[in-house]
């Protein structure tokens, strides 16, 4: 059986969507898919806006047929981690071939070549001088591929689903998996985009349900549990937050002082920013700092296959990968119990109820089943 596995946050499942999973099976000729789905928690470093079984229904009936769980310490880093706890999860299934990822270019030749770039000497080096300038890392990362390939080519890494389609496919070189590539080119409004009659983004989107112009049942941000948040980080000293990942560089000390002095998460960004931080990974820093969770608690692997939804050729792919899988298959909450990585997660599933409309109740990853359709 063809299955494609996508990586996502479905945060909220829109027609985009949708339209990558038609247009996946359309160049597959027809395939099962698996998706990889952020949990509670997402990229940019907050809430996504509702929650993960939520969002897991809505892309069973979108046309996935499977999905697992995305754990908070993957979910909520960088697109180099990201990318790589994704893509070590759909590999460790024994059962996905091919990995399917929008993208502004919709070719993975282009992106291929620049995986391997990224992962040579030469860029390495390259890399180096452009740092030592003090520029921001995604001007450095762009700079030093433009050297090496010539500067159409390092274009493409401008572009953030582009970018996160060349961190698959080295998770993939990584791996030396034989999942294959497949870049899907991606249709309407652009990442953080406006709207679009058709394909609005997901950030216009998210802001129209926070701001009650799209009805929606108890949705979820920061900015409802921000009391909450600055409360935390201002009793964490300069410590705690230099053992935050992606802190080095003297960040720590620069989201130390801003806890201190800003009055509002915006103000802490704010205060944080400089042109060498890119905002977001300021974001995925104070969020980590918020939930309590250090750079020791991420593992060097996925210990564990968590299943959030499927439908009934979901349960077949399930019924496969009881002989196939390499990490344990977890379909019930009573499954994860004792297991460190997702007691944490249950710590910040507790921790997301506080940050909805109406705040929730603690508990809830124990007892809720996976979506079955």
Avoid at 11 to 39: D, I
Avoid at 197 to 226: F, Q, T
Avoid at 292 to 306: E, I, N, Q
């Amino acid at each position: 059986m063809t299955v494609a596995g996508v990586v996502a946050e479905y945060n909220p499942f829109h027609p985009g969507h949708a339209l990558h999973l038609r247009e996946t099976r359309r160049a597959l000729g027809g395939c099962a898919v698996v998706a990889v789905m952020s949990g509670n928690f997402v990229q940019r470093g907050e809430c996504a806006v509702f929650d993960k079984w939520t969002r897991a229904r809505a892309a069973l009936e979108g046309g996935a047929d499977l999905v697992l769980e995305l754990p908070t310490v993957w979910a909520a880093s960088s697109a180099e981690a990201f990318a790589r706890g994704a893509v070590e999860l759909l590999a460790s299934t024994g059962v996905v071939t091919h990995l399917s990822f929008g993208s502004e270019c919709g070719a993975a030749e282009g992106l291929g070549r620049l995986a391997l770039c990224l992962d040579s000497p030469a860029y390495r080096a390259a890399l180096r001088r452009f740092l030592d300038r003090g520029l921001p890392f995604a001007a450095c990362r762009q700079g030093a591929a433009a050297e090496l390939l010539g500067g159409a080519e390092a274009e493409l890494l401008s572009r953030p689903n582009n970018n996160l389609g060349v961190e698959y496919i080295r998770a993939l070189n990584a791996l030396k998996s034989d999942i294959r590539p497949v870049a899907v080119l991606r249709a309407g409004a652009g990442h953080d985009g406006g709207a679009h009659p058709d394909y609005p983004s997901a950030s216009y989107l998210r802001g129209k349900i926070l701001a009650g112009e799209i009805p929606a049942e108890n949705p979820a941000g920061l900015v409802y549990g921000e009391r909450a948040v600055l409360a935390r980080l201002r009793s964490m000293d300069e410590g705690e937050f230099a053992a935050l990942p992606d802190c080095g560089e003297g960040l720590f000390h620069r989201l130390y002082r801003a806890v201190r002095w800003g009055r509002t998460l915006e103000e802490v960004y704010t205060l944080a920013k400089t042109k060498r931080y890119a905002h977001a990974r300021i974001r995925r820093a104070l969020l980590w700092g918020a939930l309590g969770l250090r750079g020791v608690h991420r593992p060097a692997h996925p210990p564990y296959l968590r299943v959030l939804g499927a439908n009934g050729t979901g349960r077949v792919l399930l019924r496969e990968m009881k002989g196939r899988a390499a990490l344990p298959v977890l379909t019930k909450p009573a499954h994860g119990r004792g297991e460190p990585l997702l007691e944490l997660e249950a710590g910040c599933t507790d921790f997301y109820q506080l940050c909805r409309r109406e705040p929730g109740r603690c508990g809830v990853e124990w007892t809720t089943n996976p979506v079955m359709l």
